[in-house]
């Protein structure tokens, strides 16, 4: 089982920057994929960066050039910088990981934080 904290979340005005923060615990062998999700009132979840094991990262286009994701493997901590934040950037942020349960685990399984709010407004 993998547990999942997330902090960081709060208000900023348009512009701002916030950093959110997912460290994972519990019994995993490796952790593969880490990304950040976002859910806005009323609409579906939706992609926002994900980084792989090796570091490479893919971003939605609404944040590019403002976001970045990044990991520490060390502390199993996956880190989003939001900056440039604007209005619909407002919603909830979730994290995601991907883990492969222990050597030799022919699957991956995915594991969700609770969610952390971001509310961007003047």
């Known amino acids: 089982q993998v547990q999942l904290v997330e902090s960081g979340g709060g208000s900023a005005q348009p512009g701002g920057s916030l950093r959110l923060s997912c460290a994972a615990s519990?019994?995993?062998?490796?952790?593969?994929?880490m990304g950040w999700y976002r859910q806005a009132a009323g609409k579906e979840r939706e992609s926002a960066a994900v980084i792989s094991s090796g570091g490479s990262t893919n971003y939605a286009d609404f944040v590019k050039g403002r976001f970045t994701i990044s990991r520490d493997n060390a502390k199993n901590t996956v880190y989003l910088q939001m900056n440039s934040l604007k209005p619909e950037d407002t919603a909830v942020y979730y994290c995601?990981?991907?883990?492969?349960?222990?050597?030799?685990?022919?699957?991956?399984?995915?594991?969700w934080g609770q969610g952390t709010q971001v509310t961007v407004s003047s």
């Open positions: 519990g019994r995993f062998f490796k952790i593969n994929g």
């Open positions: 995601n990981v991907r883990v492969r349960p222990f050597i030799g685990a022919l699957y991956e399984s995915d594991y």
